[in-house]
């Protein structure tokens, strides 16, 4: 597991659950090339170099779009880093071949149809290219990604009857447990085993509680499985524990597990 670096302080509200060149990126990938080939073959038709005048004859570009759109997935890592502005091209140029041949309206120059394509285009690119980058494919420098991090609560079991204060014990698969509170800057300056580095948060019915765990891990001295013992009144309880990266980011998607109990 890589956890990512942030460039500025913790960012907790984002909707991203698709990673940069995670998953996802294959078909962020195609849709990105595929924009590109629908707006060039817009730009074909407005400047007469390609004549489509009914569905029919969309069949050939339309063919070697989704044939050229495949070849995507060879680069994904780095073309998947257009999706912002790819899919708002894509949409855009789909829409505007579709009015040209079902209608009388026709992409013929400085036509109406051509500059309002430019135009909603440009504006939908300008508005949108931000929102779906965060909200489909966070760059590295938003949110750390999650990979192949889990998180388990062992003890209690969900809907075990406890009596007294409840020992909670968690152990985490594809990272480690290290240090707690630690600073943006000292995280990032630490070593590479950092990277697989995050601390446990628990909540209780959703509210945060301070936990203190047991054994003490370190970067030197990492640990996958760590306990605590928390007083609780009598009742039903949710438990809830969250792997974040040591300084306190979240990852994407978040790392959770949950149990109830049932305190005497």
Known sequence: MSLAYMTAGPVTSLPAVIGHAGPGSVWQAMV??????LAITVLAIATRLLKVDDLSDLALPAAAAVAIASLGAIGDGW???????????AVVAAVALLIHVTTPVQLDGLSPLTGATLAVGIVTVTVLSGPLTVALHPPVEVLPLADDAEVAILVPADGQQVTGDVEIVVRVRG???GPGA???EAWAAMSEVATHLGVINVYIDGDRRDAEWSPQCSPSAPCDEVSTSISLSGGNHAITVE???GDGTPLAP??????????D
């Open 32 to 37: 990105v090339v595929a924009g590109i080939m």
């Open 79 to 89: 073309i998947s880093d257009g999706i912002g502005w790819g899919l708002p091209i």
């Open 175 to 177: 990272g480690t447990i």
């Open 182 to 184: 630690a600073t943006f």
């Open 243 to 245: 792997f974040v990266r």
């Open 254 to 263: 978040a790392v959770t597990d949950r149990v109830t109990v049932e305190v």
